[in-house]
Structures are given as C-alpha cells and as structure tokens.
C-alpha cells in the first residue's frame, strides 16, 4: 500500500510540475502574442503610414495630371486660335489673288472687246 500511495505522490506532483509548465508555457506563449502583436502593430502602423504616404502622391499625381491637362487644353485652344487665324489669313490671301485676276481678266476682255473681238460668255 505504501508503494501504491508513494505513485500517487509523484503522479500528484508530476500533475502538479506540468501544470506549473503549462502555466509557464501559456504565460510564455500570451507573451510571444503580445510581442508579436507589438511587432504585428508596428508593422500594421508603419504599413499604413505607406498607405497614407501612397494616397497623398496618387492624389498629388492626380492634382498634376488635372493641371497639366488644362494647361495642354488652353494650348491647343491656342494653337486652334492661331490656325484659325493663319487659314482666315489665307483666304483672304486667295481672295485678294481671285478678285485681282477677275479684274485683270475683265480689263483684257474690255481691251479684246475695243479691239474687236467677242468677250466670252457669262463675263
């Protein structure tokens, strides 16, 4: 009987002993998370800082490209307006040349017509 109360201290006291080292363990392990989360959190903030750093130059970037196309837009409403101009220039460039050569035909069908000659139709 002795022999069967002494195994059952030491199974008390091993239960005992590994309870204390789960206890440890599971100390240990809440540790590991909290440092973990520690680390985890530093990474989530430093990530989201990134993110935040991300967003302002997408919306700078974004800002820029705005500007830049209007700026694109008020030159080609420029170069539009010179071109307008530079074709308006043109005809009238044409229009001053037909005008001088329907003068100029006109003054040699009066001179052909003094000389005798039938002017041509529909002048």
Same mark, same amino acid.
């Given at each position: 009987?002795?022999?069967?109360?002494?195994? !059952?201290? *030491?199974? +008390? $006291?091993?239960?005992?002993?590994?309870?204390?080292?789960?206890?440890?363990?599971?100390?240990? =392990?809440?540790?590991?998370?909290?440092?973990?989360?520690?680390?985890?959190?530093?990474?989530?903030? %430093?990530? $989201? !800082?990134?993110?935040?750093?991300? *967003?302002?130059?997408? $919306? +700078?970037?974004? !800002?820029?490209? @705005? %500007?830049?196309?209007? @700026?694109?837009?008020? !030159?080609?409403?420029?170069?539009?307006?010179?071109? +307008?101009?530079? =074709? +308006?220039?043109?005809?009238?460039?044409?229009?001053?040349?037909?005008?001088?050569?329907?003068?100029?035909?006109?003054?040699?069908?009066? =001179?052909?017509? @003094?000389?005798?000659?039938?002017?041509?139709?529909?002048?």
């Amino acid at each position: 009987m002795l022999r069967h109360a002494y195994v !059952a201290e *030491r199974a +008390e $006291e091993q239960v005992h002993q590994i309870a204390g080292q789960l206890t440890r363990v599971e100390q240990q =392990f809440s540790d590991l998370k909290n440092r973990r989360a520690d680390r985890d959190d530093g990474k989530v903030r %430093e990530l $989201e !800082a990134g993110i935040t750093e991300l *967003r302002r130059v997408v $919306e +700078e970037r974004h !800002a820029r490209s @705005v %500007e830049i196309a209007t @700026v694109k837009g008020d !030159a080609d409403a420029g170069r539009l307006r010179y071109q +307008e101009r530079a =074709f +308006e220039n043109a005809l009238a460039v044409r229009d001053a040349r037909i005008e001088r050569l329907e003068m100029q035909l006109k003054m040699l069908c009066q =001179f052909l017509s @003094v000389g005798g000659y039938d002017m041509p139709k529909g002048l």
